[in-house]
Every structure is written in structure tokens, then in C-alpha cells.
């Protein structure tokens, strides 16, 4: 398996742009997570799902963030419009039922917002 | 609320000495307690866990964790450290009374083994 795929990779936006970031989890994994990493406020939980619905989203850090996922396959995470407080790490990670607490983290996406 | 506490920022070691990196935790009820590593540019990756059981625990790569409920610690050991340690390790708990999977990372620290 790839493992957790994620793009880009890097993304560098300016101020009031929107930006998408997507993830693609371990095939068979029925739950999702979006955090960030920043080096102030370390790793955070932004959101996870669970068969592709929404489970909790409290550290959704405020209405400019939304997280989507579609299908079991692809998930979304975007930001409208962008600060430069939001630049980061953005990591993805998914895990199966069975074992839920053994997630597999994709490489990341590095946001920088000028 | 669930939270841990990892009260190093960096720890440094030479290559070949035993190494700790600590981590406690805050809980409601019993802790399912995990680590992490990080290595540059690069996502987290499972080291070990903690449900019930032994004590001690023993993870990949040689690392260990031996979990204290008395004094509500779950360190981070390896007999002999490498360079190749050398990374970022999270520490993490899950509240099981809390209900669903969500994990709470501690702040991290920066393993450094040096020659």
C-alpha cells in the first residue's frame, strides 16, 4: 500500500486566497484525521471522520476552515480566505476501526500564507 | 479533559548510553497511552501503546514505555541509543470514557544522540 497520500506537498498562497488541501487514506481505513503542527501550538486535531461522516470537529479553529469527505477514498480540508497565521503543517492520517489508536500520518502539506 | 504533559523540550544523549524522554498524563478514568516519532519532513509514526497489561512495554526500533499509574508517567526508554534515534517523539493518550478516537498529543521533544 502507498500509505497515507497527500497533496501538495507544499503550498504557498497569499493572503485572502482559498486553499485546498487533500488526502487520501489507507484503503480499508474507516476513519480520518486532520491536524496541525505548528511549532507555538504543536500538533492539533482539527477533525476526524469516521465511514466518511464528520465526527468531531472542535478544533476546527474557526469558520474559515472546512473539512469534507466525499467518499471513503478523498477528503478535503480548506481554508477561505487564508492568514498568514494559518501557515503550518497540515498532516492527514487514518486508521481502521479495529484499531483505532495506531493512526499512519501522511507526509504532510507545508502552508505558508504571505 | 485528557491531556499530556512532556516536560522536556530536547534531550541529548551519546550514541550507545540509555535514553528517557518523559511524558505524564491527566485522565478521568484509565489511560490508553501511546508515543510517536517524527523524523524531518516526514509524518508521525507509531511506536507503541499502553490499553492494560504489563506494565512495560515494548515497542519498535528496541524502545520501551513503562507505564506508572501511581505517578501517572508512561517514559519513553532504549537500553542503548543510535544516532539514527535522533528525532521528534510525541507522546499521546486516549481517554477511553471520553468515547471516540480522538488522540491528545503532547507538545514533543526533540531527541538528540550524538557520536
Known amino acids: 500500500d502507498a500509505g497515507v497520500i497527500q497533496s501538495p506537498r507544499h503550498e504557498v498562497t497569499e493572503m485572502g486566497q482559498e486553499v485546498t488541501l487533500r488526502c487520501k487514506p489507507i484503503?480499508?481505513?474507516?476513519?480520518l484525521f486532520w491536524y496541525r503542527q505548528t511549532m507555538m501550538r504543536g500538533l492539533e486535531l482539527l477533525i476526524y471522520?469516521?465511514?466518511?461522516?464528520?465526527?468531531?470537529d472542535s478544533g476546527m479553529p474557526e469558520d474559515r476552515f472546512s473539512a469534507k469527505m466525499p467518499n471513503a477514498s478523498f477528503s478535503t480540508l480548506k481554508i477561505q480566505p487564508s492568514e498568514p497565521r494559518d501557515s503550518a503543517v497540515y498532516f492527514c492520517?487514518?486508521?481502521?476501526?479495529?484499531?483505532?489508536?495506531?493512526?499512519?500520518f501522511g507526509p504532510g502539506t507545508r502552508l505558508t500564507v504571505t | 479533559a485528557q491531556s499530556v504533559a512532556q516536560p522536556e523540550d530536547q534531550v541529548n544523549v551519546a550514541e550507545g548510553n540509555p535514553l528517557t524522554v518523559k511524558c505524564t498524563y491527566s485522565?478521568?478514568?484509565?489511560?490508553?497511552l501511546f508515543w510517536y516519532v517524527q523524523y524531518p519532513n516526514r509524518g508521525l509514526q507509531f511506536l507503541l501503546k499502553?490499553?492494560?497489561?504489563?506494565?512495560l512495554v515494548k515497542g519498535s526500533y528496541g524502545f520501551e514505555a513503562e507505564f506508572n499509574k501511581s505517578q501517572t508517567s508512561f517514559h519513553l526508554k532504549k537500553p542503548s541509543a543510535l544516532v539514527s534515534d535522533s528525532a521528534l517523539y510525541f507522546c499521546a493518550v486516549r481517554d477511553p470514557a471520553g468515547g471516540g478516537n480522538k488522540l491528545t498529543f503532547g507538545t514533543g521533544t526533540q531527541l538528540k544522540v550524538e557520536l
Open positions: 492520517a487514518s486508521t481502521i476501526g479495529t484499531e483505532p489508536t495506531k493512526q499512519y
Open positions: 471522520f469516521n465511514n466518511n461522516v464528520p465526527i468531531d
Open positions: 484503503s480499508g481505513h474507516d476513519y
Open positions: 485522565v478521568s478514568g484509565n489511560p490508553y
Open positions: 499502553y490499553i492494560t497489561g504489563d506494565n
